[in-house]
T-cell receptor, first 112, second 116 residues
Framework: QKEVEQDPGPLSVPEGAIVSLNCTYS??????FMWYRQYSRKGPELLMY????GNKEDGRFTAQVDKSSKYISLFIRDSQPSDSATYLC????????????FGAGTRLFVKA | EAGVAQSPRYKIIEKRQSVAFWCNPI?????LYWYQQILGQGPKLLIQ????????DSQLPKDRFSAERLKGVDSTLKIQPAKLEDSAVYLC??????????????FGEGSRLTVL
């Protein structure tokens, strides 16, 4: 079993839709939870991170962490064609030094 | 603020040849990472430096991969000899030391390697 599981998609939605992206994980030691966005042929860029359980909102993006279920989500409101990218969840734990583990990424297409 | 610089952006070699990738992190970032991203997968950490010391190289195939970070700034990742399965994008990232805990990494655009 992988430490971090993420549905690779692709996920195709119309412009303006609410998008829900999710990851599950197995290691209860994970403390920080991140979402990165990666455009084609570019490096990942950090969208937001949260510590432990709870919600965090930044503009059209909301990240949720449920540590009891080992489940994290990213919601995108009013999705735009420019949101079309691969979204990578990531999480870090202190395993003798912090290491950041990435999910496989979900490809999102927002159609105009 | 200048971002993480990587070169070359693209490299095509034949199996058993050698290749080297270079990374210049964001100024002042003490922590530097090399990740391998195979098509359709998430980045996998190969090696993590704190200044010029190695923090984690547990997933670096040391029989063929080597990395160094002289003077705690630039870094070079070398593959010798290359195998077909090394075809991937090699991503360099950097961060302040505390960001290594929070996972706030700044990535370069990557070096895409094709091994024929």
């Amino acid at each position: 079993q992988k430490e971090v599981e993420q549905d690779p998609g692709p996920l195709s939605v119309p412009e303006g839709a609410i998008v829900s992206l999710n990851c599950t994980y197995s290691n209860s030691a994970f403390q920080y939870f991140m979402w990165y966005r990666q455009y084609s042929r570019k490096g990942p860029e950090l969208l937001m991170y949260t510590y432990s359980s709870g919600n965090k909102e930044d503009g059209r993006f909301t990240a949720q962490v449920d540590k009891s279920s080992k489940y994290i989500s990213l919601f995108i409101r009013d999705s735009q064609p420019s949101d079309s990218a691969t979204y990578l969840c990531a999480m870090s734990a202190n395993t003798g030094g912090f290491k950041t583990i990435f999910g496989a990424g979900t490809r999102l297409f927002v159609k105009a | 603020e200048a971002g993480v610089a990587q070169s070359p952006r693209y490299k095509i070699i034949e199996k058993r040849q050698s290749v080297a990738f270079w990374c210049n992190p964001i100024s002042g970032h003490a922590t530097l990472y090399w990740y391998q991203q195979i098509l359709g997968q998430g980045p996998k950490l190969l090696i993590q430096f704190q200044n010029n010391g190695v923090v984690d190289d547990s997933q670096l195939p040391k029989d063929r991969f080597s990395a160094e970070r002289l003077k705690g700034v630039d870094s070079t990742l070398k593959i010798q000899p290359a195998k077909l399965e090394d075809s991937a994008v090699y991503l360099c990232a950097s961060s302040w030391p505390r960001q290594a805990y929070t996972g706030e990494l700044f990535f370069g655009e990557g070096s895409r390697l094709t091994v024929l």
